[in-house]
């Protein structure tokens, strides 16, 4: 296992490579979260910031645990090629739509319906393991391309506000997601 304080070019063209990475974050109690990411929504700023795109889910773990913790991983694995897991860690703020830096934040990410907010990852320390045990596996197609951002297109920009009232608001351990 070895680590470093901040990304390279090895592993900003592995980042890159990745059409599936994973993030993980946790508030002082209740419980630990960790989500599948993916489509064209992660942006390497530089070798010390990851900032990436959140698109609508059922829920909100992410933006909530934040405002309790600010600590976020992120976790990218080799499913074809070489093995290799990526593990980054750092400190993360979270930009609503309704946030001043919104638009110059969501300039760099391509228009997406359901865009919920944006990550922006301070790295503080990279870890790179075997990544042995991860299955080989291809690569067929993104859902988020073929299911997510259609089902938020056909509920327009006022019925992702709405489904935000009803599923987003809150964590599911009751923390605020500081989404209105």
């Known amino acids: 296992m070895a680590t470093l304080k901040k990304l390279n070019e090895k592993l900003r063209a592995f980042i890159e490579r990745q059409p599936l990475f994973f993030v993980a974050t946790a508030g002082r109690d209740g419980r630990v979260n960790v989500?599948?990411?993916?489509?064209?929504?992660?942006?390497?700023?530089?070798?010390?910031?990851?900032?990436?795109?959140?698109?609508?889910?059922?829920?909100n773990e992410t933006a909530a645990h934040l405002r309790?913790?600010?600590?976020?991983t992120l976790m990218f694995c080799a499913f074809e090629g070489d093995a290799m897991i990526l593990r980054v860690y750092g400190q993360a703020k979270v930009i609503h739509p309704s946030d001043p830096g919104w638009n110059q934040a969501a300039a760099d990410f391509p228009e997406l319906a359901g865009s919920?907010?944006?990550?922006?990852?301070?790295?503080?320390?990279?870890?790179?393991?075997?990544?042995?045990?991860?299955?080989?596996?291809?690569?067929?197609?993104?859902?988020?391309?073929?299911?997510?951002v259609p089902y938020y297109e056909k509920m327009g920009p006022d019925g992702v506000r709405d489904y935000w009232r009803r599923k987003n608001v809150l964590s599911i351990d009751g923390r605020d997601t500081g989404i209105f």
């Not at 309790?68 to 976020?72: A, G, K, Q, S, Y």
């Not at 990279?126 to 291809?138: E, H, K, R």
């Open 35 to 59: 989500s599948p990411k993916g489509m064209d929504t992660l942006r390497i700023v530089d070798d010390n910031r990851i900032v990436w795109l959140n698109l609508s889910g059922s829920g």
């Open 68 to 72: 309790d913790l600010n600590r976020m």
């Open 116 to 148: 919920r907010q944006i990550f922006d990852l301070s790295i503080d320390l990279a870890q790179i393991s075997c990544g042995t045990g991860v299955p080989i596996m291809n690569f067929v197609e993104s859902r988020g391309e073929t299911e997510l």
